[in-house]
């Protein structure tokens, strides 16, 4: 296959090196680094190359015949990372099913998530690689959500044979399983089109009947013969309408006799059936007009809405689903929990599925892999190790990480290769809570809107009493026919269908959600943007969101042999993820090695960690109040000499039982940002205060330098103590937002109204917030806020439509002036009217982002 000889063609590039000037790469169109350049004569001008995979990738597309791309695209091309994917992690028998289905006789059709699709050029360049590679025989890129579907011959080509094509050129393609969520919204928008074209068909050839049929009613010149024959034709279309493109309507009843509550289409239900159970008996009396006409025209007009609604709905799952993608299934687990870091980076490896690591798992990572789960570098081969964490913290550029860093899941090798350890199961990383925030936040919205589940079926309750009412009026009062007299029923059945109520509130805050995912921002469900729109009062956790989180560590007094004190430090802050355990982690690194520590450890929220040896001896590492309870009064002169020096330092103790074993002195930067994020809310008209567990000096310092006053700082807080102070405020009326990173603030996040986390916090309190920051930038707050505040108001003015139209429309369709058809056109209307203004709120929200 060719394909594989492109393959092997890069691993044999050996091009003429020369030193690049201010160039840019033929490809990628990244500036050309100083060094070394690949060059090649294409397309009889001499080509200057970043890579020799941006070279490969430029000769695989002209040898395509595709390089119009170059001269059509209005974006750079991706650039080819260096290193294989591992693409045949999709043909283990156990996966192969989960991402492709049955498309007919010895095909397959599969979905694929293209990254770096860029213009219109990317995806004509995609189909157009796709269609040449042999057993694919089809292939379709969706620009907006860049979404392909590819049909192929699973004897011919493999689905990592596809993905590994994509990869050669630059695009990072990831299949999507066939039990994700847009999945199940495809096939449902998939049966509202068989639908839609079992009542279009019906509807263009009944109304061509019904032409012919009201035009002799009025004049007498059709036949009783012809008559009776548009008749059985009418009922012939009309019936496979009412019994299968209806279906989704009649649902509802089920519920109901069922005990539940009222659907939103029992009205249109029961239009319809009041319009075709009537037009049944007029038609086999054969003495009254009948509506067969009204009943296809109805169901087509609302089947329209009901599919283009479905479709907006697909769009935008598919899109988060792009935003936020799952892990890959397997990985490379070294056959071994200890690591020699001379030895092992060549130790024999097994390829195992990633829900099978375990914490403590050691991990193989080369270039081009996804980190599997959350966890700590431990060897690198080359002394180099950068990863791209885009799908985390939206910043593209290589972040370079040393031994010890931490590793977030999701993230991308881009070069070197090492071994890590993990340090949290992959069901609860990061990027796995992520995932699940994002899975479907607005869909269970109108079960949690209680004001309208209980408006609803009083609504129903009450527009059913116009309806019988309306017909009670002109059969019995105005003396009409039965026939004549239940089309005022229909239409007011018809025409106020709550859909557009029902509507309002999860279109809206379903696109708001969207937007603040697109920048960046993470939205549980639509229930936090309505409590965020109404908070009074922000609070800030300081370390990790108001500070840079890295703190250093210049100061560092010894009271015992500094081979202990680091075997203590590094076994009591092993497994810790926060900034001040790996501040003192590293800040011991370079002591002598001692034998390791042991024993049991327990952690005390926002004080310490406490160690029990199995020689009977009790240490206590964290802050002075904690780890210095019990010390000797000559340790304490020690102590408070030390916190004299370092007055403006968070002061952190190692001790046992009576002494002081080490003092730390710990300091951290301001966040860059911080200082704006603190004007805006009060520009928002908002109170700003910072919650800490750090003395009042350092906390103060960090107040001064980003404008808050002494005041609205409030120092030496335990975690249930910034729990009482979020309790006061809400006490007061007002609503609370607690902004951390989740490792000492878990509980003021869980009982604030809205709880925020930086996306370097702990996962945990990722999954119990109502917000995550993604780009791990508190001022993106700012535009969280605005948004629920606009969303708000969109929600408003849906509602305001939606019932603007009821209390309009039903008393014009009860007077007798609207045909049942008219008044399925203007709720369908209606319906896309809030989707349409749900559309404008994505505008608007794009304009709060620049602004």
């Given at each position: 296959m060719r394909y594989f000889l492109w393959q092997r063609e890069i691993r044999a590039l050996n091009e003429t090196v020369s030193v690049a000037t201010a160039a840019r790469c033929y490809h990628c169109q990244e500036p050309l680094r100083t060094g070394r350049t690949h060059r090649r004569t294409l397309l009889g001008e001499e080509?200057?190359?970043?890579?020799?995979?941006?070279?490969?990738?430029?000769?695989?597309?002209?040898?395509?015949?595709?390089?119009?791309?170059?001269?059509?695209?209005?974006?750079?091309?991706?650039?080819?990372?260096?290193?294989a994917m591992q693409a045949d992690q999709y043909d283990l028998p156990e996966l192969e099913n989960p991402y492709a289905e049955s498309e007919g006789p010895g095909l397959l059709a599969a979905?694929?998530?293209?990254?770096?699709?860029?213009?219109?050029?990317?995806?004509?360049?995609?189909?157009?690689?796709?269609?040449?590679?042999?057993?694919?025989?089809?292939?379709?890129?969706?620009?907006?959500?860049?979404?392909?579907?590819?049909?192929?011959?699973?004897?011919?080509?493999?689905?990592?044979?596809?993905?590994?094509?994509?990869?050669?050129?630059?695009?990072?393609?990831?299949?999507?399983?066939?039990?994700?969520?847009?999945?199940?919204?495809?096939?449902?928008?998939r049966n509202l089109l068989w639908r839609l074209v079992v009542a279009g068909f019906a509807a263009g050839n009944i109304m061509m009947l019904s032409i012919a049929l009201w035009s002799g009613y009025f004049d007498g010149s059709v036949s009783p013969e012809f008559r009776r024959l548009f008749e059985w034709m009418q009922f012939l279309l009309a019936t496979p309408v009412y019994f299968y493109c209806a279906r989704i309507f009649h649902r509802g009843w089920r519920g109901l006799l069922r005990g539940g509550p009222p659907g939103m289409d029992l009205l249109v239900s029961a239009g319809i059936t009041s319009a075709y159970a009537y037009s049944i008996v007029a038609f086999f009396q054969g003495?009254?007009?009948?509506?067969?006409?009204?009943?296809?025209?109805?169901?087509?007009?609302?089947?329209?809405?009901?599919?283009?609604?479905?479709?907006?709905?697909?769009?935008?799952?598919?899109?988060?689903?792009?935003?936020?993608?799952?892990?890959?299934?397997?990985?490379?687990?070294?056959?071994?929990?200890?690591?020699?870091?001379?030895?092992?980076?060549?130790?024999?490896?097994?390829?195992?599925?990633?829900?099978?690591?375990?914490v403590g798992d050691l991990v193989l990572l080369e270039p081009g892999e996804h980190v599997p789960a959350d966890g700590s570098l431990l060897a690198l081969r080359d002394g180099v190790f950068g990863v791209d964490e885009s799908v985390l913290t939206g910043e593209s550029r290589p972040v370079f990480r040393e031994t010890g860093a931490r590793l977030l899941a999701g993230s991308v090798v881009i070069e070197g290769r090492a071994?890590?350890?993990?340090?949290?199961?992959?069901?609860?990383?990061?990027?796995?809570?992520?995932?699940?925030?994002?899975?479907d936040p607005h869909a269970a919205d109108l079960n949690r809107d209680r004001t309208l589940g209980r408006l609803i079926p009083r609504f129903l309750f009450g527009i059913a009493t116009i309806a019988f009412s309306s017909f009670a009026y002109w059969y019995l009062v105005a003396g009409l026919d039965f026939g004549a007299a239940l089309l005022p029923l229909?239409?007011?059945?018809?025409?106020?269908?709550?859909?557009?109520?029902?509507?309002?509130?999860?279109?809206?805050?379903?696109?708001?959600?969207?937007?603040?995912?697109?920048?960046?921002?993470?939205?549980?469900?639509?229930?936090?943007l309505d409590r965020l729109s109404a908070i009074r009062n922000v609070f800030f956790d300081k370390t990790g969101t108001l500070t840079r989180g890295r703190p250093t560590v210049p100061g560092v007094r010894l009271f015992a042999s500094d081979a202990r004190v680091r075997a203590l430090v590094e076994y009591m802050e092993e497994d810790t993820l926060h900034p001040m355990g790996v501040a003192l982690r590293e800040s011991v690194a370079h002591f002598p090695e001692a034998s390791p520590a042991k024993g049991r450890r327990r952690t005390v929220p926002g004080r310490g960690i406490l160690l029990r040896s199995p020689d009977g001896g009790a240490y206590r590492l964290g802050d002075v109040r904690f780890?210095?309870?019990?010390?000797?009064?000559?340790?304490?002169?020690?102590?408070?000499?030390?916190?004299r020096e370092f007055s403006e330092h968070s002061i952190l103790a190692l001790c046992d039982r009576r002494q002081v074993l080490a003092l730390f002195a710990l300091r951290d930067e301001v966040r860059p940002g911080a200082s704006g994020l603190i004007a805006g809310v009060r520009r928002s008209g908002l109170q700003p205060t910072m919650l800490t567990g750090d003395a009042m000096k350092p906390a103060r310092r960090i107040g001064a330098e980003?404008?808050?006053?002494?005041?609205?700082?409030?120092?030496?807080?335990?975690?249930?103590?910034?729990?009482?102070?979020?309790?006061?405020?809400?006490?007061?009326?007002?609503?609370?937002?607690?902004?951390?990173?989740?490792?000492?603030?878990?509980?003021?996040?869980?009982?604030?109204?809205?709880?925020?986390?930086?996306?370097r916090g702990a996962p945990l309190s990722m999954e119990r917030a109502g917000v995550v920051l993604l780009h791990d930038d508190p001022g993106d707050l700012l535009y969280a806020i605005e948004l629920a505040r606009v969303t708000r108001r969109s929600v408003r003015t849906n509602l305001a439509i939606s019932l603007l139209y009821n209390s309009v429309m039903v008393p014009i369709a009860a007077a007798g002036l609207l045909l049942p058809v008219w008044c399925a056109l203007a709720m369908a209307a209606s319906s896309l009217s809030v989707v349409l203004s749900s559309m404008f709120l994505r505008m608007r929200g794009d304009t709060i982002w620049k602004r």
């Open positions: 080509r200057q190359f970043c890579c020799s995979g941006c070279l490969m990738a430029c000769e695989i597309i002209l040898d395509a015949g595709e390089g119009s791309y170059y001269e059509n695209r209005t974006a750079a091309a991706p650039k080819v990372r260096s290193g979905r694929l998530d293209i990254v770096g699709i860029h213009c219109p050029s990317c995806v004509y360049l995609n189909e157009r690689l796709l269609l040449r590679l042999h057993g694919v025989r089809e292939a379709q890129v969706d620009y907006e959500s860049g979404r392909a579907r590819v049909v192929f011959e699973p004897e011919s080509v493999r689905l990592s044979d596809i993905v590994a094509l994509l990869a050669s050129v630059g695009y990072e393609a990831r299949p999507v399983r066939a039990d994700s969520p847009s999945r199940a919204l495809q096939e449902q928008c003495s009254a007009i009948v509506y067969f006409d009204s009943v296809v025209m109805i169901v087509f007009f609302l089947l329209v809405g009901r599919y283009l609604e479905c479709r907006a709905r697909l769009r935008q799952r598919e899109r988060m689903e792009a935003l936020v993608r799952p892990l890959p299934e397997t990985c490379r687990r070294l056959n071994r929990r200890s690591l020699h870091p001379d030895r092992d980076l060549h130790a024999p490896f097994s390829v195992c599925q990633n829900a099978a690591l375990r071994v890590m350890r993990v340090s949290a199961n992959p069901a609860e990383s990061s990027l796995a809570v992520l995932a699940r925030l994002a899975s229909v239409a007011v059945l018809i025409v106020s269908c709550p859909c557009a109520l029902a509507l309002a509130a999860p279109t809206a805050r379903g696109a708001a959600i969207y937007l603040a995912l697109r920048h960046g921002l993470l939205i549980r469900d639509g229930g936090v780890a210095a309870a019990n010390v000797r009064a000559t340790d304490r002169d020690c102590i408070h000499d030390f916190s980003i404008g808050l006053k002494n005041h609205e700082i409030f120092a030496r807080l335990l975690p249930e103590q910034k729990v009482h102070a979020i309790e006061e405020a809400r006490l007061n009326g007002s609503g609370v937002c607690m902004v951390g990173d989740g490792f000492n603030d878990a509980p003021a996040l869980a009982r604030a109204d809205v709880g925020v986390v930086v996306s």
